[in-house]
């Protein structure tokens, strides 16, 4: 991808997040996005079938590569579900880690291009400013693997992805990092946004 497809992409998806976040809602500490929520819980037809415009745009078979990865991501029993959500967080850090030990990844601008490679998503650090001596940071994934499509069950289910910044982000900058997903295509918004502090 250029440069000048990489921007027109940010400009579209940054423009519809913010149309999205002004007619958001929230309830208790959870918010959610415009669109009506799932009663009921995940189907497989709703795992199928995921229409992502631009990854669609660049291979015919993106529907069955994000399929694949999400078969084993939306299979957990209701009762092993909570352990297995901080397995897969776990899971993500390793993943992250070990892109920067092994040097696959080495910056944020190598994670782009690998996220883009592997069609995980389109990452986009979105801002970044320092509250209390701490760095925060809000990235955004639009047309995130795991997500993307997925109809609105009114919680964030990126573990996998909070997890793998978390350990990119603590190899790069040797700092205590947390990231969490606070918005989501799976809590009624069309991007996956996450809040990431470095202490």
């Not at 299979?75 to 901080?86: A, Y």
């Not at 992250?96 to 040097?103: A, E, P, W």
């Not at 209390?132 to 994934?141: E, S």
């Not at 700092?175 to 009624?188: F, L, M, P």
Request: net charge negative; charged share 25%.
């Amino acid at each position: 991808m250029n440069k000048e497809e990489f921007d027109s992409i940010i400009k579209y998806y940054r423009e519809l997040a913010a149309q999205e976040m002004e007619i958001e809602n929230k309830v208790g500490n959870t918010l959610l996005g415009p669109r009506k929520e799932l009663n009921g819980k995940l189907e497989l037809n709703h795992i199928m079938d995921p229409k992502r415009p631009f990854f669609a745009s660049k291979t015919s078979s993106d529907d069955k590569y994000a399929s694949t990865f999400r078969m084993g991501h939306f299979n957990t029993p209701n009762v092993l579900s909570k352990s297995v959500r901080g397995a897969n967080y776990v899971g993500g850090m390793e993943f992250g880690s070990n892109l920067i030990k092994q040097k696959v990844v080495t910056d944020i601008d190598d994670l782009v291009l690998f996220l883009l490679d592997y069609k995980f998503g389109i990452l986009d650090l979105f801002n970044e400013e320092v509250i209390d001596g701490k760095d925060i940071l809000d990235l955004r994934v639009y047309e995130c693997i795991e997500c993307a499509c997925l109809p609105n069950l009114g919680k964030p289910t990126c573990i996998f992805e909070a997890g793998m910044i978390t350990g990119i982000l603590s190899e790069i900058t040797k700092k205590i990092v947390s990231a969490k997903e606070v918005r989501c295509w799976t809590n009624g918004y069309s991007f996956c946004q996450f809040e990431v502090t470095l202490e």
